[in-house]
């Protein structure tokens, strides 16, 4: 489905992507987790070709893509959910919604609000502007990803922005059309009930691959790790972010 050979992303003489390889399999739920800095949301810009890598392939579908544009993969069905999604002035979820779903056909639209949880048809008509919600403008988001149908959606940080109690459901919608469209879905995130909805956790510590497989196992190197990287900061103390 998605292979990545040797993959390498430098800036200056630093390497933020340090020789990964992986092979993510078709209809499975990622969560790419590791400390703050770690590489994960650059990985993740790798594969939507937001950045270039500076060696290594990636490959979709058996094609090489890493020096295609982002306009080419999303024509092979590859979407992004960024962790701040944009606003535009004078630009409604209507406008934005027929464009990613390629039709203005209210009904087809109406389809989809219900498919990510949102009744009411006056969202529809709501500007795409600053005076939106947290989790309205990521259910937009959301909505606009999920209407592309992708055959591969990477999520990055969405519960940035949004309260305790939209987290579940969202972690539901992404696990729902993962099963039930065959989307393989890569979820960048440092929140738990992302990564204990994940078949696979994927944990990235200075650009490397240094963890693969389910949270349970994870959880003792997240915590060793999130010690490492905060005492760089404050010093020797007793501190952990996964508990």
Partial sequence: MLELKDLYFSVGDRNIIDG????FEKGKFYGITGPNGSGKTTLAKLIMGINTPNAGEIRFGGKEISQWPITERARE???????????????????LLAMA???????MLLALLRRVG??????????????????????????????????????????TGIDLWTIQP??????????EHGTTTLVVSHNRAFLEAADIVLMISEGKLVYRGDLQGALPMLNDLSVCNYRKCVGDRDVGCYR
Wanted: glycine share 6%; net charge neutral; aromatic share 8%.
């Fill in 20 to 23: 990964i390889n992986y092979t």
């Fill in 77 to 95: 069905g590859i979407a992004y959910s960024f962790q701040q999604p944009a606003r535009f002035k004078g630009i409604t979820f209507r406008d």
């Fill in 101 to 107: 779903a390629g039709t203005d056909d209210e009904d």
């Fill in 118 to 159: 949102i009744c009411s048809l006056s969202f529809l008509d709501k500007p795409v502007d600053a005076k939106l919600s947290g989790g309205e403008i990521k259910k937009i988001e959301l909505a606009t990803t999920i209407a592309r149908n992708p055959r591969l959606a990477i999520y990055d940080e969405p519960d």
């Fill in 170 to 179: 969202m972690v539901r919608l992404l696990k729902r059309e993962q099963k």
